[in-house]
């Protein structure tokens, strides 16, 4: 499957983002996959996954605040962020992978990201 991760933009603190991850060459109920950041000189991390059977898990900073979710019909996995703030500016990229337990491990392929800015 391949991955295009877009709708980043600029944005004040407190405020909200969508972003959409399309896939094409596989229906993205097929895989597990995942969203995650990478911030000027910071390690990349992971934001939240959603399993192929729905079940949804988030990082603790972003709980409460960011939902992951997909849309069968579109083919695509979105990530609503709200309560933005400026520690969440980053490249945002999704990703398929598979679950060992409670781990979640990325696939070698990564697409293009999609950069977020959050001004405070």
């Known amino acids: 499957v391949q991955l295009q991760a877009s709708g980043g933009g600029l944005v004040q603190a407190g405020g909200s983002l969508r972003l959409s991850c399309a896939a094409s060459?596989?229906?993205?109920?097929?895989?597990?996959m995942a969203w995650y950041r990478q911030a000027p000189g910071k390690q990349r991390e992971l934001v939240a996954t959603?399993?192929?059977?729905?079940?949804?898990d988030y990082a603790g900073s972003v709980k409460g605040r960011f939902t992951i979710s997909r849309d069968n019909a579109e083919n695509t996995m979105y990530l609503q962020m709200n309560s933005l703030k400026p520690d969440d500016t980053a490249v945002y990229f999704c990703?398929?992978?598979?679950?060992?337990?409670?781990?979640?491990?990325?696939?070698?392929?990564w697409g293009q990201g999609t950069q977020v800015t959050v001004s405070s």
């Open positions: 060459g596989s229906t993205v109920t097929n895989y597990n």
């Open positions: 959603i399993r192929s059977d729905g079940r949804t």
């Open positions: 990703n398929t992978g598979e679950f060992r337990g409670v781990y979640y491990y990325p696939d070698s392929y």
